[in-house]
């Protein structure tokens, strides 16, 4: 009962007028700033910072704007990988794997539409659970040491490679390459400087912008132009409906509530976040349904529940990030960081006390994650006829625009022409690794996760000095291990086991 009476006092402090119209605002520019790759929420976040000390807002608005934006940018991310296969942050890569055939198939209305809702429906479980749960939830995160996430990233590709059962050798390939491009750059440990050829623009690394685009938005128009030039059609299905219906919705259900809850356990790991959530959820429910029946799988065709699964898990990922921060003051993503950093400019301490010391900020923040769901599902169903008509548009037409916004996202990132080079460079490399039939999502989230990897293990390898054991001396590591070794061989087991009829028919 006093739950609910301080979420109610919370509901008071994110209703008033001003405060609801900070939370429009972090809504519409937060799906802006989704819909632009490059450019994500951690760069919009940190962009505010000075903007809200010099309005004056008090911390509890300053944080109201700011997780607008933040679970804004998660619904707009969607937008572009259903519409041009291009993602607008990392944990959009998986929604791109199922929504931009849709919209080839003439359904992007159905999959713009259906991924706002289940967005919403992740979001709002995640919020109920941050309500319920948040000081219980925030002492389970705490067990995750280095040990537990160098098991938990496994155990993440372990899942990854499990997306294309029929080509694991080519899905491993693939996260060994976005292992190796995460390593260019400056060791942060030993300063030492690893394949930059001395190249001073190497030295920070490769932007996540500069390869994402690269290798979803160049190889595409690459491929768009092979197609062109060998006489076939690069047009779209007819536009059908702008709106899934309820069948649709029920055959989804369950995959929404198993990505709601997947993303929601995720969020509470600093680091992890939508991007891990996305694809444990994405390989559970695609295992699930091909267990089911294979034959009426459409994953990696345009599988609704593959899509539905993706954007609750990312948007229930990102509301449960607040939990760590709220009650340990422990970031869990880059957005979280920036709030915690702002929370101490106006002199407040984050952490277990915050609850008792400003429960007006905490509270109306909580209520101000119900509020900003409900705006952006009201914002973004109505788009959907508007979205959905950029595929209409003739391929000379959209070609140079999406070149504009690829060139304008990975030069937004450090203003330096050698990247909008090497994004032409990964392009041509992700176009002829697509002609041979390797897959990107795994090679891109290798890549995004490649530096949590090396830094837990660095520091888990540290405490032992250098004795691999560690590596497996906890029980939720031997988990993970014995889970990750599990999801690579026992299909290949149990396939092995079957009758010759039943692999034939299974092919």
């Not at 041979?436 to 837990?456: C, K, Q, R, S, W």
Request: proline share 5%.
């Amino acid at each position: 009962m006093e739950t609910l009476n301080l979420l109610l006092s919370g509901f008071s402090v994110a209703a008033s007028p001003s405060n609801l119209a900070l939370a429009a605002v972090g809504a519409v520019f937060g799906t802006m700033v989704g819909v632009l790759p490059g450019l994500g929420p951690v760069n919009a976040v940190a962009m505010l910072v000075p903007v809200v000390f010099a309005l004056g807002l008090p911390p509890e608005s300053s944080m109201i704007l700011m997780a607008a934006i933040y679970i804004g940018s998660e619904y707009g991310g969607r937008i572009s990988a259903i519409l041009i296969n291009v993602p607008g942050e990392a944990s959009a890569v998986m929604t791109a794997l199922e929504g931009y055939p849709l919209s080839r198939q003439g359904l992007a209305g159905v999959a713009l539409s259906l991924s706002a809702w289940t967005s919403f429906m992740g979001s709002l479980l995640a919020t109920v659970g941050i309500v319920l749960a948040a000081p219980v939830l925030s002492s389970w995160a705490l067990a995750f040491g280095p040990v537990e996430y160098v098991a938990l990233m496994i155990f993440a590709f372990a899942c990854l490679t499990g997306l294309l059962a029929d080509q694991p050798v080519k899905a491993m390939l693939a996260v060994g390459i976005g292992l190796a491009l995460s390593t260019i750059g400056i060791d942060a440990n030993s300063g030492v400087m690893r394949y930059t050829f001395d190249m001073p623009n190497l030295i920070d690394g490769l932007a996540f912008s500069t390869v994402v685009i690269g290798l979803f938005a160049i190889s595409e128009l690459f491929i768009l132009l092979q197609t062109h030039r060998d006489g076939e059609s690069v047009q779209v299905e007819r536009l059908g409906r702008g709106m899934f219906n309820f069948a649709e919705a029920r055959f989804t259900f369950m995959a929404t509530l198993r990505g709601s809850v997947i993303g929601f356990f995720i969020g509470l790991l600093p680091g992890a976040g939508g991007t891990v959530g996305s694809a444990l959820a994405y390989s559970t429910e695609r295992k699930i349904a091909e267990r089911k029946d294979r034959r009426t799988s459409r994953f990696g065709h345009g599988d609704l529940r593959g899509l539905a699964t993706v954007e609750a898990a990312n948007n229930s990922a990102s509301n449960s990030n607040f939990i760590p921060m709220l009650t340990l003051g422990i970031p869990s993503s880059g957005t979280t960081a920036i709030m915690l950093g702002v929370l101490t400019l106006y002199n407040i301490t984050p952490g277990p006390m915050l609850f008792q010391s400003e429960p007006e900020l905490v509270w109306g923040l909580i209520a101000s994650l119900f509020i900003g769901n409900v705006m952006l599902l009201a914002m973004n169903i109505p788009m959907v006829g508007l979205f959905a008509r950029m595929l209409s548009v003739p391929a000379w037409v959209l070609v140079p625009f999406i070149v504009v916004v690829s060139a304008v996202g990975v030069y937004s990132g450090k203003s330096a022409s050698f990247d909008l080079i090497l994004m032409v460079a990964v392009g041509a490399l992700a176009y002829w690794m697509r002609r041979l039939h390797v897959p990107m999502a795994p090679l891109i989230l290798g890549f995004v996760l490649g530096g949590i990897l090396e830094t837990n293990l660095r520091r888990a390898l540290s405490l032992s000095a250098g004795d691999v054991q560690i590596l497996w001396s906890s029980w939720i590591a031997i988990i993970l291990w014995a889970a990750a070794v599990a999801i690579l061989l026992l299909p290949r087991v149990m396939r092995r086991l079957l009758p010759a009829e039943a692999r034939a028919s299974e092919d």
